[in-house]
């Protein structure tokens, strides 16, 4: 290896809330086993912490309680916990007159943006990571290097080494199959950006697809924001459905859940998937759900009905005719297909899983993989890799299949960070024992 000031101990792939949280865990172990650091270097490729920017819409609100933060479940006396950033912001006592678990996405967004100024030293903007090679040398791989490539104008390529990464690359958007995004067509994880270069004076008619959280919160903003178009809702339900987090479903999403789904057997984990899914996939918050029912009737009761609901309907295909986007939807009612031409097409179609294989590039072909092709992964996170790599391969996130429903989502990111700081530092000490 080449000279030791290059490699990291960590070297995590992303900075939204995941990697802050193990950012946070990393240093609150620093402490805690004073004086052993573990150096940690995070790649970004936005050029500033961005929590999914274009859907933070003005009135919504998170869909946790605001004690699932960063920090508190792991380490409630942590400084980097939500009642800290309320009490630095002066608005402690003010959030709880307000008597309010869900704060906005809007407030969250700055109490990470908060969190985040506390390792501006550590973490590279615009910085997109390539790839993952491994050295070339005899004997087990005990670190990787990582390419990465400069977002901003100079788009320069750099390489560092590290003896563990963790790849938390998030959510991929996913369009319905077949239809490509352009101007007048983006998927929701676009929307703000796209509709604010707009030209929404001639915008007549909105079509908004789904029947998630996204599509309804699109549908109430658009319907708001442009009074004079009409907005259709294209959704495969009768109607939206709504997000269970009643107290025992919630349960689900509670550190041993973790536990008890990693290790249950293949017919557990499938339970929790078809008893559960409901707390998360293709439904909507109460609140959202009598929002836009109430438009819908206050329209009927003036006469001026502006909001349809096109339900039982799937987008088929999708089409640009001159200045209109023609949409083919397949209706089950009747099992028919049937046309509508719209000025504007969002979908809110969801995303897909994290899915590592293209960035871990060489490495991939030495991670161990199960029956059904997907990546084995151990309770600590790290993929289970071939004996010749020895250094550690972490992932927050494309962990469904053994880890559960929470692993794309917050509400176990505190324990998940520490449980994985904690094993990093194991591995280090066991590492040193036996060089010694
Ligand atoms: P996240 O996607 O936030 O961050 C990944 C980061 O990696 C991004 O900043 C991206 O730019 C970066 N990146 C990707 N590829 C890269 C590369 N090759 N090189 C460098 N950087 C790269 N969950 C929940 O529990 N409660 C909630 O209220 C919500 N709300 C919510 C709203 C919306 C609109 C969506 C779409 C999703 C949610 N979620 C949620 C689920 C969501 O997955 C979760 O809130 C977090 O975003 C997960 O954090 P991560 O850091 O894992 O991914
Ligand atoms: P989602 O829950 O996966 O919903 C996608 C919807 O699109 C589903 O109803 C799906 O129906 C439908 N769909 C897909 N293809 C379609 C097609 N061709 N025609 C018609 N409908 C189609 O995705 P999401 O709403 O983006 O939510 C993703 C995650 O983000 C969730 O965790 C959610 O809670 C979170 N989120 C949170 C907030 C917040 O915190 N305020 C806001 C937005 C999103 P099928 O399932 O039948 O395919």
């Given at each position: 290896m080449g000279s030791k000031e290059e490699v990291y101990e960590v070297v995590g792939i992303g900075f939204g809330p995941s990697n802050l949280s193990l950012a946070v865990a990393l240093e609150e172990h620093e402490s805690k086993e004073s004086g052993q650091p573990l150096s940690a270097a995070f790649f970004e490729r936005q050029p500033t912490l961005g929590w999914h920017r274009n859907m933070l819409l003005p009135s919504a609100k998170m869909q946790?309680?605001?004690?699932?933060?960063?920090?508190t479940f792991r380490n409630?006396?942590?400084?980097?916990s939500f009642i800290s950033y309320l009490h630095a912001a002066g608005r402690l006592a003010q959030f709880v007159n307000n008597q309010e678990f869900f704060p906005t996405r809007q407030e969250f967004h700055d109490y990470l943006e908060w969190a985040e100024s506390s390792f501006a030293d550590r973490v590279t903007y615009s910085s997109e990571v390539l790839s993952i090679k491994l050295p070339r040398a005899d004997g087990p791989a005990d670190h990787v290097e990582v390419e990465m490539r400069d977002?901003?104008?100079?788009?320069a390529t750099r390489l560092v080494k590290a003896r563990n990464i963790v790849v938390s690359t998030g959510l991929v958007p996913k369009m319905p199959s077949g239809v490509a995004r352009d101007e007048r067509i983006w998927h929701s994880s676009e929307f703000l950006e796209k509709f604010r270069k707009?030209?929404?004076?001639?915008?007549?008619r909105v079509a908004v697809v789904g029947a998630g959280q996204s599509a309804a919160e699109i549908v109430r903003f658009v319907y708001d924001a442009l009074p004079d178009a009409t907005v259709c809702a294209i959704m495969p339900s009768y109607g939206y459905s709504i997000a269970d987090d009643t107290p025992f479903a919630n349960?689900?999403?509670?550190?041993?859940a973790v536990d008890d789904y990693y290790h249950g057997t293949q017919r557990s984990k499938d339970s929790f998937w078809r008893y559960?899914?409901?707390?998360?996939?293709g439904v909507v918050d109460d609140e959202v759900i009598r929002d836009l029912h109430q438009r819908q009737y206050d329209d009927e009761v003036r006469g001026t009905p502006r909001l349809e609901f096109l339900n039982l309907s799937r987008v088929d295909t999708v089409k640009q005719t001159g200045d209109d986007v023609r949409l083919t939807m397949h209706s089950v009612r009747n099992d028919e297909t049937y046309q509508l031409d719209v000025d504007v097409l969002i979908c809110a179609t969801g995303y897909d899983s994290m899915e590592p294989t293209e960035l871990l590039g060489e490495l991939e072909g030495h991670c161990l993989r199960d029956q059904e092709g997907r990546f084995r992964v151990e309770r600590d996170y790290r993929l289970a890799t071939t004996a010749d790599v020895s250094c550690g391969v972490y992932l927050q996130g494309g962990t469904e299949h053994t880890h559960g429903l929470a692993s794309s989502l917050l509400s176990n990111i505190a324990i998940r960070s520490g449980e994985i700081a904690d094993s990093i530092a194991e591995r280090r000490s066991t590492r040193q024992y036996s060089a010694a």
């Open positions: 946790i309680s605001f004690l699932k933060d960063l920090a409630p006396a942590s400084r980097f977002t901003g104008s100079r788009g707009l030209d929404q004076s001639g915008v007549k349960r689900i999403f509670d550190a041993d559960h899914k409901n707390t998360n996939y």
